[in-house]
């Protein structure tokens, strides 16, 4: 089954403790990225990726990292978590055969930072 | 610079009603318009999406939405709704020319469908 998969679906952590989220999909599309989202605001891009060792900051990098080591596996880092990091965040991506910017998204992971 | 506005955030609409959602966007380039939807717990799936055409474009599900380039519109509409249709609704452009991977998406619109 074609999918993006994200670990963990849910984190509690405290402020200043590096985590990573990853993700990965199996599609061998070109394109990932990562997005939050919060209420009242949608879904904001946070990086994204156009293939392998190429990342790009979104509209919201601040307080993230990113790596595209394989194709397939696109880890969010967030290096010293703070509490407005608390969202939820969602890991998509979309290939050059399917079209126009066309997101399959992974289920998401709720970060909550105490 | 582009962005979405989506002029209802929660529609209550009774089973079997027709329901409007609402979205306008601004862009000084030609973009493509998409509408996602997320179910509960769950994430973002395309419900629809226009690209070029015709201007009214349909899912398998009986929403249908509409381009209007004058306006600069995307409203998405459903003539009788199931409960099942209870939803957040996105609306979202994407640049056509560079925009790869770059989708921009309203606040979102909360559709809940009551008995």
């Known amino acids: 089954e074609a999918q993006v998969t994200q670990n963990p679906r849910y984190l509690i952590t405290v402020t200043g403790k590096k985590l990573t989220v990853t993700c990965s999909q199996n599609?061998?599309?070109?394109?990932m990225s990562w997005y939050r989202q919060d209420p009242g605001l949608g879904l904001r891009q946070i990086y994204y990726?156009?293939?392998?060792?190429?990342?790009d900051k979104g509209d919201v990098p601040e307080g993230y990292k990113v790596s595209r080591k394989e194709k397939r596996n696109f880890p969010l880092i967030l290096e010293s978590p703070s509490p407005n990091q608390t969202s939820l965040y969602f890991c998509?991506?979309?290939?050059?055969?399917?079209?126009?910017?066309?997101?399959?998204f992974g289920a998401g992971s709720r970060l909550t930072v105490l | 610079a582009q962005s979405v506005t989506q002029l209802d955030s929660q529609v209550p609409v009774f089973e079997e009603a027709p329901v409007e959602l609402r979205c306008n966007y601004s862009?000084?380039?030609?973009?493509?318009l998409f509408w996602y939807v997320q179910y509960p717990n769950q994430g973002l799936q395309l419900l629809l999406k226009?690209?070029?055409?015709?201007?009214l474009v349909e899912s398998i599900n009986g929403f249908e939405a509409e381009f209007n380039k004058s306006q600069t519109s995307f409203h998405l509409r459903k003539p009788s709704v199931h409960i099942s249709d209870t939803a957040e609704y996105f609306c979202?452009?994407?640049?056509?020319?560079?925009?790869?991977?770059?989708?921009?998406f309203g606040a979102g619109t909360r559709l809940a469908v009551h008995p």
């Open positions: 998509a991506s979309s290939g050059l055969a399917s079209g126009a910017n066309v997101l399959t």
């Open positions: 599609m061998n599309h070109e394109y």
């Open positions: 990726s156009m293939n392998v060792e190429v990342t």
């Open positions: 862009s000084s380039v030609s973009v493509y």
């Open positions: 226009y690209l070029s055409g015709s201007t």
């Open positions: 979202a452009v994407s640049p056509i020319s560079g925009g790869y991977n770059k989708l921009i």
